[in-house]
Nanobody, 115 residues
Framework: QVKLVESGGGLVQAGGSLRLSCEAS????????MGWYRQAPGKQRELVAS???????IYADSAKDRFTISRDNAKNTVYLQMNSLKPEDTAVYYC?????????WGQGTQVTVSS
């Protein structure tokens, strides 16, 4: 069983920055992909960014050039540095751990960007 604990969400003005963190615990293989998804009211959950334990990354177009994903494999922790935040970034952000095709999710952290 895997547990994901997120932190770092909050309220920020447009143009500001936030850093999300997610620590995984439990039965975790050394090879995995960790990342962040978000879900805005009335919309589907969408990928923001993810990072394989080997270092490869995937970014949504909306996140490129503004967000940076990183991870500390020794701590099973993934980070999302979000800069130049926009009101349309407002959503609940969920941490995701994927091992093979099995997904585990955090409880979500609210990010609100005011204009």
């Amino acid at each position: 069983q895997v547990k994901l604990v997120e932190s770092g969400g909050g309220l920020v003005q447009a143009g500001g920055s936030l850093r999300l963190s997610c620590e995984a615990s439990g039965s975790i293989t050394s090879i995995n992909r960790m990342g962040w998804y978000r879900q805005a009211p009335g919309k589907q959950r969408e990928l923001v960014a993810s990072m394989h334990s080997g270092g490869s990354t995937i970014y949504a177009d909306s996140a490129k050039d503004r967000f940076t994903i990183s991870r500390d494999n020794a701590k099973n922790t993934v980070y999302l540095q979000m800069n130049s935040l926009k009101p349309e970034d407002t959503a609940v952000y969920y941490c995701n751990l994927r091992v093979f095709s099995l997904d585990s999710w955090g409880q979500g952290t609210q990010v609100t960007v005011s204009s």
